[in-house]
C-alpha cells in the first residue's frame, strides 16, 4: 500500500471502533462524534497533501524497497539535503494548523525510524528483536497508520518508582507462548482516541526493580483491553461559532489517559521486554530525541511566527506599536523565531551517522531549542495578553454583529487604529483564543511539558554535556594566572 489519502485514514478508523470515553459517554464513532471531527477533518486535510499532485513530492518519498510513495517522516536521511528535505515537509504540515497540532502523523512516523536505525540496540534482549522492529517500521510505513503514545505513568504518587504502586502503571501481567498481557494506567495519549496504533515505550528514569514496566511494544488501538478516558473537550463541533473560535474549534488535540486490562501483544510486537537498562538506554542511545525535535522544532517555528504575528497585529491595531516598551516587547519575540531557524539550520548542517550509516540532525542545537521553548513560547504569550490588555474583555461576541439594533454602535464602538470595528474584533477573538481560551491555555501547556519536564531535560542536557571548549577556555585563562607571586612593579 502507499501513502494515504484522508479518506483512507476515515475509513479506517470507522473500521475500527475503540474503546473511547468523553463526557461519561461511550464514543461510537470518532469520526463524526463532535468532540473529535474537527481533529479528524484536520488530520485528513494533511493525508491528502499526500495524495494531491501538488504536494506529494513534499510530503512524501519512493520507497526504494517497494516503489511506493511513504510518509516523508519515515524516510532514513543520508545527508544534510535530505534532512532539509524533511524540514521543509514537516513545515509544510505545520503550516495548515498554524503549528497548532503537536501530534501530527510525522511525530511518531520519525521516532519509528529513530527505532529502526537503532533496531540492533535490542538485540540485547534477544537476537529477534531487532527484526521484529524492523517489520514494524515496515508496516507502519507501507499502510501509513496514525501512531500515538504515552510515555509516562499516570500522576499517581511521584515520590514512588512504579514498581511501588504497580497496580496503577502500566505493567506485564501475564507470559504466554503467544505473547504477553498488559494491564494498567499510561498518561496521555493526545489524538490517542483518533489513532490506529499505540506504540509504547517509556521516559528514561526507570529503576532496578521496575522490570515488569520496562517494555517496548505496539497494539492497535482498537484491541481487546484498551481504553480510553478523555479529558474534558474544550469545543464541540458546531457549538461554538467560527467566528467567536477560529483556532480551538479546528486544531483542539483530545487526550486520552490509556488503561490496559489485559491487554493481548503478540510477540512480534514486543520490542522491549522486562529490561529497565534497555529501556532507558533506548531512549538516550538511539536517534529518537534527535528526530522528534526536529520535527518538533520545526513546528514549533511555525506556532511561534503565527504567536509572534498576532501580538504585532493585536498591537498595531490599537497603535500601542507606538510605545517603546511595546516595541521592545515585540522585538524580544522577533527573537524566538532566529533562534529557531538558527538551531534548526544548524542542526542539519552538523548532522552526525546513526549506528545504521543514515544521518540525524545533531542534537545540541535541538535539546536547546527544546528546554527553551518552555518559557519562550509562555513569554510569547504573556506578550499578547499585555498588549492586548482589557481589549480583550471589551469585545462582543460576533452575533452581537448581526444585531439590527447594535449595528450602528458594534460598528463605531470596536474600531481601532486603521482597522474597522469587525475587523478588530475578528483579530482580538483569534488572540483570545489563542492566549486566554482553554484551547490556548493547553497550547501553553504543551510547549511547558510536552516533551518532558524541562527542568529535568536541563539537568540531562549538564549531565551529558559536551564541555571540551568551555574547559579549554578556563584552562587557558587560569595559566595566566600561574602560581602566587609577589606583585610585579
Ligand atoms: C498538552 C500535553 C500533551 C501531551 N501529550 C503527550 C503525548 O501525546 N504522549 C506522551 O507520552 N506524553 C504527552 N504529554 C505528557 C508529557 O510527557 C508530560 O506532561 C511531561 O513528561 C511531564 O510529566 P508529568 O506531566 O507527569 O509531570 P510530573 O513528572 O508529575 O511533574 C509534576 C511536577 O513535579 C516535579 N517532579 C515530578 N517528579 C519529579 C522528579 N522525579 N524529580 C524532580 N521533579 C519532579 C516536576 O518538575 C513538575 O513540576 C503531554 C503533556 C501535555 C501538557
Known amino acids: 500500500m502507499s501513502a494515504r489519502s484522508g479518506q483512507q485514514f476515515i475509513d479506517h478508523l470507522k473500521a475500527t471502533p475503540r474503546d473511547v470515553w468523553i463526557n461519561g459517554e461511550q464514543v461510537q464513532d470518532v469520526t463524526t462524534h463532535p468532540a473529535f471531527s474537527a481533529s479528524v477533518e484536520q488530520l485528513a486535510k494533511l493525508y491528502d497533501m499526500q495524495v494531491a499532485k501538488e504536494t506529494e513530492d513534499q510530503t512524501t518519498y519512493i520507497v526504494p524497497e517497494t516503489g511506493e510513495r511513504a510518509g516523508l517522516a519515515f524516510m532514513p536521511a543520508m545527508n544534510t539535503a535530505d534532512l532539509t528535505k524533511k524540514r521543509e515537509g514537516y513545515l509544510l504540515w ?77 505493567r506485564v501481567v501475564k507470559e504466554t507462548d503467544e505473547g504477553i498481557y498488559i494491564s494498567g494506567g499510561r498518561m496521555i495519549a493526545t489524538l490517542g482516541p483518533v489513532s490506529d496504533e499505540m506504540l509504547m515505550y517509556s521516559l528514561p528514569g526507570l529503576r532496578p526493580g521496575d522490570e515488569d514496566h520496562a517494555l517496548m511494544f505496539a497494539v492497535p488501538t482498537n484491541s481487546n483491553g484498551l481504553r480510553q478516558i478523555c479529558r474534558e473537550p474544550y469545543t464541540l463541533a458546531g457549538q461554538k461559532s467560527d467566528f467567536d473560535h477560529p483556532l480551538s474549534n479546528r486544531f483542539e488535540e483530545n487526550d486520552s489517559l490509556l488503561i490496559f486490562d489485559n491487554c493481548f501483544v503478540p510477540w512480534d510486537r514486543v520490542f522491549i521486554y522486562r529490561d529497565v537498562q534497555l529501556s532507558n538506554e533506548y531512549y538516550i542511545t538511539s536517534s529518537l530525541r534527535n528526530h522528534t525535535a526536529h520535527q518538533t522544532n520545526t513546528r514549533a517555528l511555525v506556532k511561534m511566527q503565527f504567536a509572534v504575528g498576532v501580538a504585532m497585529e493585536v498591537a498595531r491595531s490599537m497603535g500601542a506599536d507606538a510605545f517603546l516598551h511595546v516595541q521592545s516587547m515585540l522585538g524580544e519575540s522577533l ?8 538551531g534548526l539550520l544548524h542542526s542539519e548542517v552538523a548532522c552526525e551517522a546513526t549506528q545504521v550509516g543514515t544521518v540525524r ?35 462582543p461576541s460576533g452575533a452581537d454583529f448581526l444585531a439590527d439594533e447594535l449595528k450602528e454602535d458594534t ?16 483579530l482580538f477573538k483569534l488572540a483570545w483564543d489563542l492566549s486566554g481560551e482553554a484551547f490556548g491555555t493547553r497550547a501553553l501547556q504543551y510547549e511547558r511539558y510536552y516533551a518532558g519536564d524541562p527542568m529535568r531535560t536541563r539537568a540531562m542536557n549538564y549531565m551529558g554535556a559536551d564541555d571540551v571548549e568551555p574547559k579549554r577556555l578556563v584552562n587557558a585563562a587560569l595559566a595566566l594566572a600561574g602560581d602566587p607571586e609577589p606583585a610585579k612593579r
Open 361 to 395: 540532525p545533531l542534537l545540541g542545537p535541538l535539546q536547546a531549542l527544546r528546554t527553551y521553548l518552555p518559557t519562550a513560547y509562555p513569554r510569547v504569550v504573556e506578550i499578547i495578553q499585555t498588549i492586548a490588555a482589557g481589549g480583550f474583555m471589551m469585545m
Open 94 to 170: 505545520a503550516q495548515q494548523n498554524f503549528g497548532l497540532m503537536g501530534r501530527s502523523p510525522d511525530f511518531l512516523n520519525c521516532s519509528l525510524l529513530a527505532f529502526w536505525e537503532a533496531r540492533e540496540l535490542a538485540g540485547k534482549n534477544g537476537p529477534e528483536f531487532p527484526e521484529r522492529i524492523a517489520k514494524y517500521y515496515e508496516y507502519v510505513r507501507d499502510n501509513d497508520l496514525f501512531l500515538s503514545h504515552a510515555l509516562l505513568s499516570p500522576q499517581n504518587d511521584r515520590s514512588k518508582p512504579s514498581s511501588e504502586q504497580a497496580e496503577l502503571h502500566m
Open 335 to 342: 527573537n524566538h523565531i532566529e533562534f529557531l531557524k538558527s
Open 411 to 426: 460598528q463605531r464602538f470596536y474600531s481601532g487604529a486603521n482597522i474597522s470595528s469587525l475587523d478588530r474584533a475578528r
